[in-house]
Every structure is written in structure tokens, then in C-alpha cells.
């Protein structure tokens, strides 16, 4: 197993005392597979993979847990170890491309840095590898982007730069955090035939954090849903859209507009908000909003189980909902 | 609406009477908890009252010569010693505090108003505007002091002098602030809505242009205060500013400057004098512009 | 790149006409006949007639301005009739000490205060960055007069260490040169390392604040390049714009700071002469100073385009 994430629970230190931004948190990645990570803004995904990464600052951030890559738990590395790694082994795409890139170097000596940064080449070779790496995203003459700086590329061409940057080394595992949020359709759907070729080309895992449904179910293979810090469900990417066993799941794919069936019907949306990281309710944390509760859910704190297969749930009453009408329908 | 109903008989009464009382504490609150203001303000309250009371009470004169006691080091009847021509070093000090803390006050108040009218001005008359614009941009090419001293060799050596001197220095950074304030002010949406609900300009103009410049006009009048104080005793240390023998803490520096080696507290006292009360106003400005708006950018 | 020079050098053009006109204006607007000033108030009809004929009074306004400014845009700024000497030679033999001082000031603060502020930044919040951070405070509450001479009580007076005034050709030694002009350069550097200091905090902060910081560690670059390779070079462009107006600052300072310490420079000249009613010397050196001060921030503001490309290309028209 490529990846395995352990029991993260990362916790801040604030003005108004600590906060546990992710609470528990236990997922697996494959060589080869891509795995969405999912949830509203606020839920957690970021800080996750950045927490993978040990990207936070640690003079105010607490991890526990453990997480495990290739057996090794990239929490008790040094400092210097872990940053071997970060763009080696483990490399991040970022959300936004108009701000995610240094304005006053050129693209070329940001790849080139990359790649010098973990292999031991001269410094042709290093462009020349720089040029390969742009071609693969499908960047138009590569050699020539090498000499742009940032603000000369439109937001498509930058993303693929960031990705560009972030397989230059071969990494073992990708984490693209909502790599098509800040892109126009068109060039979103762009980035995600790159994604799902560079899938099928190399044994390389990824992790895909988004919010939108659409994407995970074009290029993912298993599918990690999240709200408020802690994992709701996890299976793959066909079960999750046939046979979603958590109520909030279920709510999310509801809320897909269809193209078929009532067009007329309001659109369904999950009531009530996410509630604060500083009021964590008792029991169950989707209870309030939850269309199933029970009074029991509300006082225990349902755990995360596994149901047949690889799926597992939290929810304790995932067995007693009614039958799934299909994505889009209630 | 208007009446003073003590005991609130009606919800509504209750309501209205504990939203006063809210707003009143918050404000207190912010105030008191901001500690910039408050020690600022602090400070700043001891200097001016110093400078007003205690000079009655003292009961010296700061013109009076007296040559058998000159350059005579702190204490006993003169609590701080007395300068090169026997004259208590104290009541001078206050003195000079008081004429500059007016002249301070004056050249922010003077450079506020005219920057004020000059600022909304160019904002709201294109053409003329850019030409006044042109001119702040060259005044402004002047270092404050150079350009002070140039209008003083002009004008000649007098207290009123300063004050032009001073105003006109200080004015085009307000006019410029103010511009840029009222140009954002002025496009905005709520002011477009306002036109079409068919609001005269005037009434835009006083009604909401206006009080939203009054708090950066507020905290930069601040900064122009101290920066005042600062240039005034500059001017007054090379001879171009307040003349002999009316004292200003610049020109008993200058004084001092030629006995430094027998007679520093004519260096040490009139120096901390400055040095508390810039500071003072610093914090005070500092405070008022966290007060009023945290999110304002006031040209320093 | 030549696009944006020439668009700066151009809109030169309207301020050195507005600081040319303000200082033509300085003799005009004194109450009173400005050369029966000069003289002083034993002059004869007679000799207030002639000064006023040779200094072209008589003639009117504009063409004594265009007049003026012809010679100035030549280098004449005329002849002083206390110092018997052409202005630009007076100018001349007083702007080395000025521009000395002003350089050692601006090395010093430049020196101290932009690793400082970088410093306070890297650790922002801990005790490091609160002390740097209450001495830039107090550095900017001090006038650099007022700090001169609290420095000449403390190290001359006080302690003896350093000579209270004076000045000292380098040519005639080094060490000398130095010692003379440590406690001035110092107390004019303080107010300006302090400003320096804190826009470096500020600049540094929003910059380790971007996203590209996080794609540079993301990256695996170590803390130290990503303070000193990645976000300097973006801090770099308001820092520099605060060190380029602090020269200018340094250099009026010294105006001051000069009396303080009897430096033979710009400062002293415009002074002596304030008090002689010299009023040609008085416009040569504030034309002069106003106009190294105008050079200096476009020196800046070509610096801005040579360090940020996106400067360059919008400037310039290209994007």
C-alpha cells in the first residue's frame, strides 16, 4: 500500500484555545489509483493533505497519528528528511494557478529548481528535463514557455506548469488540491483528461481533493467523503454513486442538477449549515441535518465501520435507509 | 422619539434603551481597551496641562533676565536650572510648549481644511483638478524641511510665519489624501444609487462623501501635529523659526547647543519635552486610526 | 524596458517645473524689496538701485523667470554677493560632506535594518521580533537633530569617546573621517533604518503570507532559500522604494543635523545664508536638493521595472 493515513488528527493553536481541524482521520491510496477526497469548504480536505505533507506550521500546529508512505511514517522524519520528500517522493498541486507560481522568475528556473532540488543532473539537463516535463502536460512549445514568466500564461497553462512542477520528480504520490476549482469548464476538462492519462501511464497514487461531484466521477477510482474534520464514508467510485450509504453522501448527490426527470422541481439542498469547529456537537456531527436522525444520534458519536467490501460508514443507520433513487433524485 | 424616558414601559422602550446603553459600553469598551489611544492620550493630556497649569503656579517668568545666575544646574528655585542669560529653565520650557503645541495645532487644522476643500475639489472637477494635482506633485517634490526654510527666508523670522510656512508644507498631503479618498468614495455603488434616486450633488457631497473622509482627515491631522512639532523645532534650532527671545523648545536646543559641554539641561529637558510629546501623539494618531477605521490607509 | 524610462523621465517633466517655479517664487514673495533686504538696512538708495538692476528686478515676472530658468537649465545659479563667489562654485565645494554624511547614514541603515526586518518577520511574533519591532518605534518618535545631540552628550560630553563637531577630509585620512562623521550618520540614521525596518517586516510578511511560498515548500526548497531566493525578491520592491525616498530624506536631514554639528555642507551654507538674506545661494541649494531628490525616486522607480517584469510589460503597454 502506497499511502496510509493513520488516526490524523491535526489540532491549531489559537487565540481562543486549540482547534482539531481533523479529527481522526484514516484513509489508504494505491500505486495507480486516484482518490477523491471530498466534503464542503471547511470540511477538512486541505488541511489533510497538507498535513500529509507536514506543510503547516509546526510551531502552531500538533499532529498525531501516523502517516505512512511505503511503510515509512512521515511524521517522524527530521525536518531536513521531510523535506527530501515534499516534491520527491510526495508532490501537492495547489487550487489557485494565477498566484500559486513566483511572479519574478521565470517558469523554466521554477521547474528547474524543482528537479535540481531532487536529482543529482547538471543544468542542461535539467532544462531539457524541465522541457519534457511541460511537454507532457501538453504545454504548445515548451521551450519557448520556458522563458515566460507567470503572468504571460493564462490560468490553464499555469495549472498545467504546477503539474508539470509536481511530476518532474517522479513522485510516488500526487495530492492535487482542487486542481480545476479556479479554471473555466473548457480548460477544466482540459486538466482532467491530463489527470486521468497521467493515471493510466505510471503506477504513480493520487489524491484528488474537490468538492464537486461531477469531477469524481470522471477521474476517480475510490472515493474518501468528509464533513467536519472526520471521514463519513469511503468506498469506490461506483458504489458511491449507486449505493451511497450516508445520509450526507446521498445529500450531495441529490443536489447534482440532472439533466433528465422533474426540471421544474427545486433543486435539493441539504439544510442547515456546517457547524463551527468551536461547538463540535455531542453525538453524531451531521445530526442536526440530517433528514434520518434519531434522538439516539444525537448522543452517540457514531464510529466508522466497515460495511461489505472495502466500504466502510459512519452511520448507524446506513442499513435502515430507504432504497437509493439514483443521483439527482432524493 | 425624542423624549427622555427614564423607566422604559414598553418592550419596544426596553429594546431601544439597552441598544443605547450597548453601543455607549462598546464604545467605551474599544476605547479603553485600546491601549494605544488610551496611553497616548494620557501622556498627551499631562504635557498640555502641564504647559497650561503649572506655569501659575511656578510663578516665574521665562523672559525675565538674570545674569548672576546663569547657566546654573537643576534645583533649588529653578527645579531645572536656568539658561545662558539666567532665565528659569522651566517656565521657558512651558512656554515653548505652549507656542508649539499651538503652532501644531494650528498648521493640522489650517492644512486639514485646506487640504480638504482642495482635495474634494480636484475629485469632483476633472480638469482643474489634474492641474491642482500637478501642483500638489511638485510641492510634494520638496523635503518638508527644505521647503519650510525656503518660505521662512522668504517671509522672514516670525511665529505667524511658521504657521504659513508649516500649513503650506502639510497641505497638498492632506489635498492628496483626500482626493484619493473622495475619487473611491465617489464611484462607489452606494453613490450611484443615491444619483438615481435623484439626490443633488451638494447633498451627496456633505451627507456622504464627507463624513467618510472624516476619520483618515482625523488620524492624518494627528500625524500632521506631531510632524509639525517636529519641523517647528527644527526650523526654530537653525534660527528660521519661532525668534528670540520667545521661547520654543527648538530654540532653546540651539541655545544649549553652545554650552553643551557645561549646561546639558538646557540640551536634556527641552529634548525629552519633544520626545514625550511626539511619542504621545504617535500613539494617539496610532490609536484613533484603530479606532476609527482598521482598515483605512493614512499616507504617513 | 526604454518604453517605461521614457514614460517616467517625461512625466519628470511637470514636477521640475512646479519645484523651478516654487523656488523662483522664494526672493518674489518676501514683504519688502528683496535687495534692500539683502543689503541690510545701511545700504544707500544708490546701492539698492544698482543690486536691483544687476539682479534684473526691475524687469517683469515671467521674464525673470524664464530668464532664471534659462541659466539654471545651464548650470549658472548665479552669484552671491556675500560669498563673492558664483553659486554653483559655493554649491560645489559644500555638497561633498552633505552627500558623505547622507551615504554613510544610508549604508548604516540599510545595513541594520533590512535584515532586521526580515528577521522580525521569519519570527514574527516571538520576542525578537516584539524588541526589534519597539526599537523602530522609538526610532521613528526621535527627530535625527534631537538624537544627534542627546549622541554628542552621551559619547562626547558624557564619555568622550567621539569628537562633538567637525569634519574631516577623507583625503586626509580615513580613520579621521570616520570618527568625525559616526555620531551625525548615526543619529541620522536611526529615524530612517527604523521606517526601512518596518516596511521590510511588513513587505516580508504579506510575501511569506502568498501562495507560491507554499508551492516553493511544497517544492521541498529549504527555509532558507525560500526566505532569501523566493520571497526577498518579491519583498524587495516596497523595501526599495523606502530606501530610495529615505536618501532623500538622509539628504534634507543633514540639512539640520549639519548645525548640530558643524559640518561644512549644504545644510550649513543654506542656513548662514538664511541669516545673511542671501536669497540666491538659498534658491541654488534648495533647487539643487529638490532636484537630487526628484532624481533619487526615479532612480527608484526604473529600479521598480528592472526587478518586477510585470511592472515592465504594464508600464510599457505591452499586456
Known amino acids: 500500500m502506497l499511502l496510509r493515513v493513520k488516526e490524523l488528527r491535526t489540532r491549531f493553536a489559537t487565540d481562543r484555545g486549540e482547534v482539531t481541524a481533523v479529527d481522526g482521520v484514516s484513509f489508504e491510496v494505491a500505486p495507480g489509483e486516484i482518490v477523491g477526497l471530498v466534503g464542503e469548504s471547511g470540511c477538512g480536505k486541505s488541511v489533510t493533505a497538507e498535513s500529509i505533507m507536514r506543510l503547516l506550521d509546526e510551531r502552531s500546529t500538533r499532529y498525531s497519528g501516523e502517516v505512512l508512505l511505503d511503510g515509512v511514517d512521515l511524521f517522524g522524519l527530521t525536518a531536513e528528511e521531510m523535506r527530501q520528500i515534499r516534491g520527491g517522493s510526495v508532490a501537492m498541486v495547489f487550487q489557485d494557478p494565477m498566484t500559486s507560481l513566483n511572479p519574478v522568475y521565470t517558469v523554466g528556473n521554477q521547474l528547474e529548481e524543482a528537479i535540481l532540488l531532487h536529482q543529482e543532473v547538471p543544468r542542461e539537463q535539467a532544462r531539457a528535463l524541465a522541457e519534457q516535463a511541460l511537454a507532457a502536460t501538453g504545454i504548445p512549445a515548451p521551450a519557448s514557455c520556458l522563458r515566460r514568466y507567470p503572468h504571460e500564461l493564462s490560468g490553464g497553462m499555469r495549472q498545467r506548469v504546477m503539474i508539470a512542477m509536481a511530476l518532474s520528480c517522479r513522485p510516488k504520490l500526487l495530492i492535487a488540491d482542487e486542481p480545476t476549482t479556479a479554471l473555466d469548464v473548457t480548460t477544466q476538462a482540459q486538466i482532467l483528461d491530463l489527470i486521468a492519462e497521467l493515471r493510466d501511464g505510471s503506477n504513480m497514487g493520487t489524491i484528488l481533493i474537490t468538492h464537486d461531484m461531477g469531477v469524481v466521477a470522471e477521474v476517480c477510482t475510490r472515493v474518501v467523503v468528509m464533513y467536519l474534520g472526520q471521514v463519513i464514508e469511503q468506498a469506490s467510485v461506483d458504489e458511491i454513486f449507486t449505493r451511497p450509504a450516508h445520509p450526507y453522501t446521498r445529500g450531495l448527490l441529490a443536489s447534482i442538477p440532472g439533466l433528465t426527470g422533474d426540471t421544474s422541481a427545486p433543486l435539493h439542498v441539504i439544510g442547515g449549515k456546517v457547524p463551527s469547529l468551536w461547538e463540535v456537537p455531542k453525538g453524531c456531527r451531521f445530526a442536526d441535518r440530517c433528514p434520518f436522525a434519531e434522538p439516539a444520534c444525537r448522543d452517540d458519536a457514531p464510529e466508522l465501520l466497515p460495511v461489505d467490501g472495502d466500504r466502510s460508514v459512519r452511520c448507524r443507520r446506513h442499513s435502515e435507509l430507504p432504497e437509493w433513487a439514483g443521483v439527482s433524485h432524493v | ?300 | ?319
Open chain 3, 1 to 319: 524596458m526604454i518604453a517605461y524610462a521614457g514614460k517616467r523621465l517625461l512625466a519628470l517633466i511637470p514636477i521640475l517645473a512646479v519645484v523651478g517655479v516654487t523656488v523662483f517664487l522664494v526672493i518674489h514673495i518676501t514683504p519688502g524689496d528683496p535687495a534692500a533686504i539683502m543689503l541690510g538696512p545701511d545700504a544707500t538708495p544708490d546701492q539698492v538701485a544698482a543690486l536691483r538692476q544687476t539682479m534684473g528686478l526691475n524687469e517683469p515676472l515671467w521674464a525673470q523667470f524664464l530668464d532664471w530658468a534659462g541659466r539654471v537649465v545651464r548650470g549658472d545659479l548665479g552669484y552671491s554677493v556675500f560669498l563673492h563667489q558664483d553659486v554653483s562654485a559655493a554649491i560645489g565645494s559644500h555638497l561633498g560632506p552633505t552627500l558623505a554624511l547622507a551615504i554613510f547614514a544610508e549604508v548604516l541603515a540599510v545595513a541594520v535594518a533590512v535584515p532586521a526586518g526580515i528577521t522580525a518577520a521569519r519570527h514574527r511574533g516571538t520576542a525578537v521580533d516584539q524588541s526589534f519591532m519597539g526599537f523602530a518605534l522609538l526610532g521613528v518618535s526621535v527627530p535625527s537633530f534631537l538624537l544627534g545631540l542627546f549622541l554628542v552628550l552621551v559619547f562626547a560630553v558624557l564619555l568622550g569617546w567621539l569628537p562633538s563637531g567637525g569634519y574631516r577630509d577623507p583625503a586626509d585620512g580615513l580613520g579621521a573621517f570616520l570618527r568625525f562623521l559616526v555620531l551625525p550618520a548615526v543619529a541620522l540614521a536611526a529615524m530612517q533604518a527604523a521606517l526601512i525596518a518596518r516596511m521590510s517586516r511588513s513587505s516580508m510578511l504579506d510575501v511569506l503570507g502568498s501562495n507560491y511560498i507554499k508551492t516553493a515548500k511544497a517544492k521541498g526548497v529549504s527555509e532558507f532559500l525560500t526566505v532569501y531566493k523566493h520571497a526577498v525578491k518579491n519583498a524587495a520592491l516596497p523595501i526599495m522604494t523606502v530606501v530610495g525616498q529615505s536618501f532623500g530624506a538622509l539628504m534634507t536631514g543633514a540639512v539640520v543635523i549639519e548645525t548640530v554639528f558643524n559640518i561644512p555642507g549644504m545644510g550649513q551654507l543654506v542656513i548662514n545664508s538664511i541669516q545673511r538674506r542671501d536669497f540666491v545661494v538659498i534658491q541654488g541649494v534648495v533647487l539643487t536638493i529638490a532636484v537630487i531628490y526628484v532624481l533619487i525616486n526615479l532612480v527608484v522607480d526604473l529600479l521598480y521595472g528592472v526587478l518586477d517584469p510585470r511592472i515592465r510589460a504594464e508600464r510599457s503597454g505591452v499586456t
Open chain 2, 1 to 300: 422619539m425624542t423624549s427622555t424616558v427614564s423607566t422604559p414601559e414598553t418592550p419596544a422602550q426596553l429594546i431601544r434603551q439597552t441598544l443605547r446603553h450597548e453601543r455607549r459600553n462598546l464604545l467605551f469598551r474599544r476605547i479603553s481597551g485600546n491601549q494605544l489611544l488610551v496611553s497616548g492620550g494620557v501622556i498627551f493630556a499631562f504635557m498640555l496641562l502641564a504647559a497650561l497649569v503649572v506655569p501659575i503656579f511656578l510663578g516665574q517668568d521665562p523672559y525675565s533676565v538674570d545674569p548672576a545666575n546663569r547657566l546654573q544646574a537643576p534645583g533649588g528655585v529653578h527645579i531645572l536650572g536656568t539658561d545662558t542669560f539666567g532665565r528659569d529653565l522651566l517656565s521657558r520650557i512651558l512656554a515653548g510648549g505652549r507656542s508649539s503645541l499651538l503652532i501644531g495645532c494650528l498648521v493640522a487644522v489650517f492644512s486639514s481644511v485646506l487640504g480638504l476643500v482642495l482635495g474634494l475639489y480636484s475629485a469632483f472637477y476633472r480638469r482643474t483638478g489634474a492641474v491642482l494635482m500637478r501642483i500638489v506633485d511638485g510641492l510634494m517634490a520638496f523635503p518638508a524641511i527644505l521647503l519650510a526654510i525656503a518660505i521662512m527666508a522668504a517671509l522672514g523670522a516670525k511665529t505667524s510665519n511658521v504657521i504659513i510656512a508649516l500649513t503650506v508644507v502639510f497641505t497638498p498631503h492632506v489635498a492628496r489624501v483626500v482626493r484619493a479618498a473622495a475619487l473611491v468614495i465617489k464611484n462607489q455603488t452606494y453613490v450611484e444609487a443615491l444619483n438615481a434616486l435623484g439626490a443633488g450633488p451638494t447633498r451627496i457631497l456633505w451627507l456622504n462623501v464627507v463624513p467618510n473622509l472624516m476619520s483618515p482627515l482625523v488620524v492624518q491631522g494627528t500625524f500632521i501635529f506631531a510632524d509639525s512639532l517636529i519641523i517647528e523645532a527644527a526650523l526654530s534650532f537653525v534660527g528660521a523659526g519661532v525668534p528670540a527671545p520667545a521661547p520654543s523648545w527648538g530654540n532653546i536646543l540651539y541655545e544649549g547647543k553652545t554650552v553643551i559641554y557645561n549646561g546639558w539641561w538646557m540640551t536634556v529637558f527641552p529634548g525629552l519635552a519633544i520626545m514625550l510629546t511626539v511619542l504621545s501623539i504617535n500613539l494617539l494618531g496610532d490609536g484613533l486610526r484603530d479606532l476609527l477605521d482598521p482598515r483605512q490607509v493614512v499616507a504617513r
